[in-house]
């Protein structure tokens, strides 16, 4: 997640200081070295008690940017694992709708192949903007992709 991510001005004359003026909060099941300026949990997202630590750590601010690349063990079993990409995928947009600012966006990594078709379906029923987004550094015989939502719908905008 990020907060307001850009720089502080001095002075009042608009000249940045190049300090940021924002929140970087990363969690990962696995443990993380260090980085300067970045608040890290680690827990599992799929924990209540890991959500509050995040909650807590968001301090009843709004995200702009949520990014998850969550991905479960694969199992190599299709409909197993397409239905694991999912779950995990529909947790990201939950949180999305509860902490994100109606401006933000939610950027998730996800697989084609069972369930792509249904997830973007429901991206573009949360989110005015939605695109998908294949990084360079992806090798081109993988799946994995990413889906990029921008911009929250309000109940009942289609």
């Known amino acids: ?10 002075t009042g004359g608009g ?6 003026n924002g929140v970087i909060i990363a969690m990962d099941i696995l443990p993380m070295e260090p980085i ?3 608040c890290f949990l680690q827990g599992d997202f799929r924990e209540a008690s890991t959500l509050k630590g995040l909650e807590a750590a968001l301090a009843g601010r709004q995200a702009d940017v949520v990014v998850s690349d969550m991905a479960p063990n694969l199992s190599g079993i299709g409909s197993a694992d397409a239905a694991r990409v999912v779950h995990l995928v529909e947790l990201a947009i939950e949180f999305a709708l509860a902490h994100l600012k109606p401006e933000g966006a939610l950027v998730v990594k996800l697989f ?4 792509y078709d249904e997830l973007v379906r429901l ?11 294949k990084p360079k550094a992806s090798r081109d015989r993988s799946s994995e992709t990413f889906l990029v939502g921008q911009g ?4 009942g905008q289609n």
Request: net charge positive.
């Open 1 to 10: 997640m990020r907060r307001r991510l850009s720089p502080k001005s001095a």
């Open 15 to 20: 000249a940045a200081t190049g300090e940021l």
């Open 36 to 38: 300067e300026g970045v």
């Open 112 to 115: 084609h192949g069972g369930g």
């Open 123 to 133: 991206f573009r029923e949360t989110f005015r903007v939605v695109k998908p987004f």
């Open 152 to 155: 929250l719908k309000r109940a």
